[in-house]
Structure formats: structure tokens, C-alpha cells
């Protein structure tokens, strides 16, 4: 009896050390909003949406946990300030789950995202954004970062690994430099006449390609890159 109390009292010390923090609900993004590392970690159980007159700033350390078919998209004034020590972090409520991703698309607005963590989403949209994103990771989503219509848009010191599609690029060049597409089924996506600017990138041993462009005679086999109007159907309901 004796021993079987303290393997009692044990796995109720190991309960209470698993047990998740107090999280902070994370209902809206309207008005002038300010995520603060102390409230971290935030939850979104729903999609949200912010509007062209808000603003959103996230502090170092921040962490937001996202439920599975949640969506976060992002029209209006955005700033992501995360450092290498304490970067933002976006992710699945728990590793056995997913979410539908981040959607930027804050026309005349200009973003700045520095030490960004991706994780774990469908897709992570760039539509019609112009700004920054650096020192940021997209890690084990299906598409890492697709951006369409952002000629304007820039990624620097950036990384993409574990995910199916690293970075798709949908049209015109994008600027990327001294980047890493490492350990992704397939680096580097292109459609139509697409490219990089950019130099000191690393796109190397990817699963099944590096790069795969409109001529690259092994595309078909690079199925399940869905494309753009079936994706927009798709996430609309959510």
C-alpha cells in the first residue's frame, strides 16, 4: 500500500508538470490590438479576421495556439517582432492537429514580420502584401508560403523545411535572399514565368525536387498542388 501511494502521488506530480498554461482567449482582431508575451500563450478556437483599419502588433515570445479548421487573415496594419531567442510562434493546438493558416493580404498597408514561426497549417497566403519578413521559419505545413500578386514583398534570412510545398511562387519574381528550402518534399514551386531575385539562397535536398517550374518534366508527379481557385473554394467556409 505503502508503494503504491507514492506511485500514486508520482504520476499525479508528473499530471500536474504536463498540464497546459492558462492561455488567453483570442476572440477578435479589431481595433488597435497589441499581443503581449505576459497574456502569452493566446487561443483561437474560431477564424478571425481583421479588418483594413486595424492594427495588430505582436511582442517577442508570443505564442498563439490555433484550433484545427481556424483561419487567421490579415488586412490591415501588421507587425510581427520576434527575435532569435524569442520568436512569435503560430501553431496547432497540439502536434496531432492542423489548421487552415495565415492569410495576408494587406494591400496599401506595409508588413513587417521578423522572427516568425510557422507551423503546422494547410497554407500560409501572401496575396497583394508589400514589406518584409525576416529571420522567419515555415515549418511542417502542406504549402509553407504561397504568395501570388507581391512583387513588392521581400523574405530574408528566411527558412522552409518539413513541408510539402515550401514556397510557391504564382507569378511574377519574388526577392528572397540568403534562404534555406532544405528537407521539404518539393523547395521551390513555380508557375507560369515566375522566379527568384535574390542571392545566397540554399534550395537543396528536398524529397522529391528542388525546384519544379512549368517545363520541369517531372511535374506530374509532383501531384496534390491544388490550384488556386479550387484552394480560395475550398478555405471560403472557413
Not at 497589441?34 to 517577442?60: F, G, M
Not at 522529391?208 to 491544388?226: C, E, F, L, V
Request: hydrophobic share 40%; charged share 20%.
Amino acid at each position: 500500500m505503502k508503494l503504491l501511494g507514492i506511485l500514486l502521488l508520482g504520476l499525479s506530480c508528473l499530471a500536474i508538470a504536463a498540464a497546459p498554461k492558462d492561455t488567453t482567449a483570442l476572440d477578435s482582431l479589431h481595433g488597435n490590438l497589441v499581443l503581449r508575451a505576459t497574456q502569452s500563450p493566446y487561443l483561437v478556437k474560431h477564424s478571425l479576421v481583421q479588418r483594413e483599419q486595424d492594427s495588430l502588433r505582436i511582442e517577442p515570445g508570443v505564442q498563439i495556439l490555433v484550433g484545427s479548421y481556424a483561419k487567421i487573415t490579415l488586412h490591415g496594419y501588421v507587425r510581427i517582432e520576434g527575435t532569435t531567442r524569442k520568436p512569435v510562434r503560430i501553431e496547432a493546438i497540439d502536434s496531432s492537429s492542423d489548421w487552415i493558416g495565415l492569410s495576408l493580404a494587406t494591400g496599401e498597408h506595409v508588413a513587417l514580420i521578423q522572427g516568425l514561426i510557422v507551423r503546422q497549417a494547410f497554407r500560409n497566403a501572401f496575396s497583394g502584401v508589400q514589406g518584409a519578413i525576416l529571420q522567419s521559419r515555415f515549418e511542417d505545413n502542406y504549402y509553407g508560403a504561397w504568395v501570388e500578386d507581391s512583387p513588392s514583398l521581400s523574405f530574408a534570412n528566411c527558412t522552409w523545411g518539413g513541408n510539402r510545398y515550401g514556397l510557391s511562387i504564382m507569378d511574377d519574381s519574388l526577392n528572397v535572399s540568403a534562404s534555406t528550402l532544405q528537407g521539404n518534399v518539393v523547395g521551390l514551386w513555380l508557375e507560369g514565368s515566375s522566379g527568384l531575385r535574390g542571392t545566397k539562397n540554399r534550395i537543396e535536398k528536398n524529397q522529391q525536387a528542388d525546384t519544379s517550374g512549368p517545363q520541369d518534366p517531372k511535374r506530374n508527379t509532383a501531384s496534390g498542388h491544388y490550384p488556386l481557385k479550387a484552394l480560395q473554394a475550398a478555405e471560403a467556409g472557413f
